[in-house]
């Protein structure tokens, strides 16, 4: 089985930060691109960032400048450092992982519990 696991989720005040971290684990033969959406309530959930596994990244036109996605391919994690928030971000945060299993010969997309961050004003 795999799992993604994340962590950092809080309660902040307007122009404060947060890092969110995601840990991918079980039986992982490799991961492609990973990244991070969102969903506030009464919205559908959004893109927030991707980064492949040669560190390309994309953003969402809300977040760039504010948000910086990483990864550690070495630790099967992925971050996101959200500085300069705004109320607006707040959100439940999913971590997302597209992976090849052990043994599989195609890859498959798995989801995150989630995390909630919540931005004061």
């Known amino acids: 089985q795999v799992q993604l696991v994340e962590s950092g989720g809080g309660l902040v005040q307007a122009g404060g930060s947060l890092r969110l971290s995601c840990v991918a684990s079980?039986?992982?033969?490799?991961?492609?691109?990973m990244g991070w959406y969102r969903q506030a309530p009464g919205r559908q959930r959004e893109l927030v960032a991707t980064?492949?596994?040669?560190?390309?990244?994309n953003y969402a036109d809300s977040v760039k400048g504010r948000f910086t996605i990483s990864r550690d391919n070495a630790k099967n994690t992925v971050y996101l450092q959200m500085n300069s928030l705004k109320p607006e971000d707040t959100a439940v945060y999913y971590c997302?992982?597209?992976?090849?299993?052990?043994?599989?010969?195609?890859?498959?997309?798995?989801w995150g519990q989630g995390t909630q961050v919540t931005v004061s004003s």
């Open positions: 980064i492949t596994s040669g560190g390309s990244t």
């Open positions: 997302n992982a597209d992976l090849f299993r052990h043994g599989s010969n195609w890859p498959m997309n798995y």
């Open positions: 079980g039986s992982i033969f490799s991961i492609n691109a």
